[in-house]
């Protein structure tokens, strides 16, 4: 099993910057694939950052791409997402996802089914 809390959200102006944090417990995060989705009032959860377990893969949905990163502390055991450039079409609650293995993993990080755990979320508005 894995636990994980995620803390760092509010509200910002747009251009503002703000970070994410997930800490994980019960298992240590150089083992496991790391992610973010987010959901917007009214819509599907999307997709937004996936770190592979070695963290030499990250990827990113195209709306963030320059925008956000994602990044880890090992021996915190937290993943983190950089916000930058904050859009209002940005605002949602952010939650954070994990699996210990995703068959195929290039071709299917960005699939929220193929999460086995996840975090309570965290708002994030962005005033225009």
């Known amino acids: 099993q894995v636990q994980l809390v995620e803390s760092g959200g509010g509200l910002v102006q747009a251009g503002g910057s703000l970070g994410l944090s997930c800490a994980a417990s019960g298992r240590t995060i150089s083992t496991i694939i790391m992610a973010w989705f987010r959901q917007a009032p009214g819509k599907e959860r999307e997709f937004v950052s996936a770190m592979s377990w070695s963290g030499g893969r990250t990827y990113y949905t195209d709306s963030v791409k320059g925008r956000f990163t994602i990044s880890r502390d090992n021996a915190k055991n937290t993943v983190y997402l950089e916000m930058n450039s904050l859009k209002p079409e940005d605002t949602a609650v952010y939650y954070c996802?994990?699996?210990?293995?995703?068959?195929?993993?290039?071709?299917?990080?960005?699939?929220?089914?193929?999460?086995?755990?996840w975090g309570q979320g965290t708002q994030v508005t962005v005033s225009s």
């Open positions: 996802a994990a699996v210990p293995i995703i068959p195929y993993f290039s071709a299917n990080y960005y699939k929220d089914e193929k999460y086995d755990y």
